[in-house]
Nanobody, 127 residues
Framework: QVQLVESGGGLVQAGDSLRLSCRAS????????MSWFRQAPGKEREFVAS????????NYAASMKGRFTISRDNTESATYLQMNGLEFEDTAVYYCAAQTRPRFNFSGTWPNDYDRWGQGTQVTVSS
């Protein structure tokens, strides 16, 4: 099965930037879509952005569009999340997710759309 490992989180000040990385291993040829979600304390897991593994098409949550950029490197089996203009409200654990199985009515914005998850990386933004 595909394994995902995130890195790049940390403590930053409001207005700073961070770049998260997620590296996949195992049968990466099975990856269809990769995404980033985040979960703040006491809140549900929230969709951030996704990228289609074959054609590179991206999708963003409305509140992140313009500040966050998702990209992929198929040769490295990695996806990245560039986060600019970070705000206190961006504080959360950020998770990388991969869809490796076909799913009926796949939207890409729901956690249940994905079958593989990383362990998460903490992003803390001080105001």
């Amino acid at each position: 099965q595909v394994q995902l490992v995130e890195s790049g989180g940390g403590l930053v000040q409001a207005g700073d930037s961070l770049r998260l990385s997620c590296r996949a291993s195992g049968p990466t040829f099975t990856i269809r879509t990769m995404s980033w979600f985040r979960q703040a304390p006491g809140k549900e897991r929230e969709f951030v952005a996704s990228v289609n593994w074959s054609n590179g098409k991206t999708n963003y949550a409305a509140s992140m569009k313009g500040r966050f950029t998702i990209s992929r490197d198929n040769t490295e089996s990695a996806t990245y999340l560039q986060m600019n203009g970070l705000e206190f409200e961006d504080t959360a654990v950020y998770y990388c997710a991969a869809q490796t199985r076909p799913r009926f009515n796949f939207s890409g914005t729901w956690p249940n759309d994905y079958d593989r998850w990383g362990q998460g990386t903490q992003v803390t933004v001080s105001s």
